[in-house]
């Protein structure tokens, strides 16, 4: 899942702006010492939590992180279906 992000950061023919964001992407997972696999075991945790609440989209769910200034943000993106009836505890 988080292999479509790069997929599509790393696409060849890349422009100017697409290679600053990769080594934006790069100094910031060194910076913070997140590895791949990290990324990945982090998303299926996520996906983990709202799939008890919602029905989503996995295979368009997006893991990024990403750096403003003196701010790194983990950003979560999925398409909801639907909310899972839950019961309710009196």
Not at 6 to 29: E, N
Not at 56 to 68: A, F, G, H, P, V
Request: net charge positive.
């Amino acid at each position: 899942m988080p292999m479509k992000f790069f997929k599509r950061i790393f696409r060849k023919g890349a422009s100017k702006d697409t290679a600053k964001k990769r080594l934006q992407f790069t100094l910031v997972y060194d910076r913070l010492s997140v590895s791949n696999h990290s990324l990945r075991e982090m998303q299926n945790e996520i996906v983990a939590v709202i799939s008890r609440y919602f029905i989503i989209d996995e295979d368009k769910s997006e893991l990024d992180i990403r750096r403003n200034d003196d701010l790194t943000s983990l950003m979560f993106n999925t398409p909801i279906i639907s909310a899972r009836n839950r019961p309710r505890i009196v």
